[in-house]
T-cell receptor, first 112, second 113 residues
Framework: DAMVIQNPRYQVTQFGKPVTLSCSQT?????MYWYQQKSSQAPKLLFH???????NEADTPDNFQSRRPNTSFCFLDIRSPGLGDAAMYLC???????????FGPGTRLTVT | AQSVTQLGSHVSVSEGALVLLRCNYS??????LFWYVQYPNQGLQLLLK??????LVKGINGFEAEFKKSETSFHLTKPSAHMSDAAEYFC???????????FGGGTRVLVKP
C-alpha cells in the first residue's frame, strides 16, 4: 500500500544534542510538510516543500531545518533541541491538485 | 485570513448515540474543507473532504458532513457511535488556490458504554 512512513516512531534526545527525524513516501506526491503537534493541540505547520522549493513558516524557529534530497524523502533537523521542542512531529504529503494531505504516523520526540 | 472554529473541545456520547461535531469556518474565498481523525499516538487520518461538489459528503467509518455556505459550517455526524470512534477530530480548511491547511482546535470524543 502507498503510504507515508516516519522513522523512528519514538526518539529520545538530550538537551542541545542535534537530532534528525525521517519521512519517506511511496505516494509520489510533490508536496511534503512537517508539522509540530504538542499535547492537546492542533498540528502546527513548520515548513513545506513544493517540489524542490522550500517554504518556511514565518514563526518557525531557526533551530528547525529541513532537507528534501529527492521526491520520496524529507528530513527534519533540530539543531539544538530544547525542552520546549518535545512534541509529536508529523510528516504529510499531498498532490497539488487534490489538496488533501496524507499523514504519517508521527515521531514522538522526548528531550531529556 | 481563514480560520476554523470547532465548538467544544470535548464531547461525550453514549455508544449507539448520535455523534455531532461542530465546525465553522471563515474564508474569503470558496474553501476546501476536511475532517481528520487522530487516534492516540498516531498521525491524522482523512475522514472526508468537501471540494465544491456535493454539499453532503460521506466519509469512512460511517461519518458524513454537510457543507452549509449560508452558515459557514461543516459539521460532522455519525448516526450511531461505536467505542472505536473515541479519538480526536480536527476540522481543517484550505483555499482552492493553496495547499496549506488551517486546523481547528480539535474535539476529543469520549464514547461511554
Amino acid at each position: 500500500d502507498a503510504m507515508v512512513i516516519q522513522n523512528p516512531r519514538y526518539q529520545v534526545t538530550q538537551f542541545g544534542k542535534p537530532v534528525t527525524l525521517s519521512c519517506s513516501q511511496t505516494l509520489n506526491h510533490n508536496v511534503m510538510y512537517w508539522y509540530q503537534q504538542k499535547s492537546s493541540q492542533a498540528p502546527k505547520l513548520l515548513f513545506h516543500y513544493y517540489d524542490k522549493d522550500f517554504n518556511n513558516e514565518a514563526d518557525t524557529p531557526d533551530n528547525f531545518q529541513s532537507r528534501r534530497p529527492n521526491t520520496s524523502f524529507c528530513f527534519l533537523d533540530i539543531r539544538s533541541p530544547g525542552l520546549g521542542d518535545a512534541a509529536m512531529y508529523l510528516c504529510a504529503t499531498s498532490r497539488d491538485a487534490s489538496r488533501e494531505q496524507y499523514f504519517g504516523p508521527g515521531t514522538r520526540l522526548t528531550v531529556t | 485570513a481563514q480560520s476554523v472554529t470547532q465548538l467544544g473541545s470535548h464531547v461525550s456520547v453514549s455508544e449507539g448515540a448520535l455523534v455531532l461535531l461542530r465546525c465553522n469556518y471563515s474564508s474569503s474565498v470558496p474553501p476546501y474543507l476536511f475532517w481528520y481523525v487522530q487516534y492516540p499516538n498516531q498521525g491524522l487520518q482523512l475522514l472526508l473532504k468537501y471540494t465544491s461538489a456535493a454539499t453532503l459528503v460521506k466519509g469512512i467509518n460511517g461519518f458524513e458532513a454537510e457543507f452549509k455556505k449560508s452558515e459557514t459550517s461543516f459539521h460532522l455526524t455519525k448516526p450511531s457511535a461505536h467505542m472505536s470512534d473515541a479519538a480526536e477530530y480536527f476540522c481543517a480548511v484550505t483555499k482552492a488556490a493553496g495547499n496549506k491547511l488551517t486546523f481547528g482546535g480539535g474535539t476529543r470524543v469520549l464514547v461511554k458504554p
